[in-house]
């Protein structure tokens, strides 16, 4: 019986001298398309309760053991389990998923292409400034690190930074981000200052000016809300995929500091966001 299902998987018999504990933690590690690896499981389960129910038959009934009945009853489970729930996944298209679809006797769901977005970087009004700022956490709770670039409305890199602010989450280090683009605002007197992140949370704290931060960033926070106030700006969201020059500032491996110019690290994203080209978003 589990040489037959492993064959209607493409797997190999010799899975079948598995013990069950085995059997079960390799039935849910195994990196399958999502229709496959929900029927997958489905098959290991009810084989399990299909032999169990067999052998108590045969025990206490004096039934006679089909192998053939049991192979009927799980292609028919897979069946009504696959029209009785339309969203069970894709396969992925290729020919090894469609002929295990087809031993099963159900649908082949086949998987939809990626939704393609073009995604555009566009520089601010006239004597306007954009800052595009990222975080970035190693583990969590992990080291955090933010970092941004100031781009003027023809484009130039007016200053960009790094900063590391200890251990934290990635919720922080997208504060810490937010904190860190007002104070140099700041300091180098930028009144005109368009916000643009890739992050709902930073878009949302400071359209609302919310003061639900982590105790540790409260004063620094409320002191960033206060020097907000003698700023006119603006906020927008960006998706990743137009972010790139932030999120290069924001790795791990960029040196601490700020640089009132376009650091060579950068150079080529922001070049490529000057050009006509757009960045492209996948969805699947």
């Not at 000016?209 to 620094?220: G, L, N």
Request: glycine letters at 6%; charged letters at 20%.
């Amino acid at each position: 019986m589990w040489c037959a299902l492993l064959n209607w998987f493409g797997l190999d018999e010799g899975l079948s001298c598995y013990g069950i504990h085995e059997l079960l933690v390799f039935a849910w590690t195994l990196q399958l398309s999502s229709q496959i690896k929900k029927f997958w499981k489905l098959g290991v389960i009810s084989l399990i309760w299909a032999l169990w129910t067999a052998r108590n038959k045969c025990h206490f009934d004096d039934k006679t053991f089909i192998h053939q009945e049991i192979l009927v009853f799980l292609k028919a489970t897979f069946i009504e389990v696959d029209n009785s729930f339309p969203k069970m996944g894709h396969m992925d298209n290729k020919w090894k998923d469609y002929l295990v679809i087809w031993q099963m006797g159900v649908r082949p769901r086949v998987r939809p292409p990626p939704e393609m977005t073009s995604v555009y970087w566009s520089p601010p009004a006239y004597l306007w400034l954009k800052a595009n700022s990222d975080g970035s956490a190693m583990e969590a709770p992990g080291r955090i690190y933010a970092g941004g670039v100031f781009r003027d409305w023809r484009g130039f890199v007016r200053g960009c930074f790094h900063v590391e602010g200890g251990l934290g989450f990635a919720f922080e280090a997208e504060l810490l981000r937010v904190i860190s683009a007002i104070q140099l605002a700041h300091r180098w007197g930028w009144n005109k200052l368009w916000f643009e992140a890739d992050s709902s949370y930073v878009v949302h704290i400071l359209s609302t000016k919310s003061t639900r931060v982590p105790w540790r960033f409260k004063a620094i926070w409320n002191q960033a809300l206060l020097l907000l106030e003698r700023i006119d700006y603006r906020i927008s969201h960006i998706f990743r995929e137009g972010n790139v020059p932030a999120d290069i500032m924001a790795s791990p491996h960029t040196p601490e500091g700020w640089w009132p110019f376009g650091v060579d690290l950068i150079c080529d994203a922001v070049v490529r966001d000057l050009s006509v080209h757009s960045h492209v978003r996948c969805k699947f």
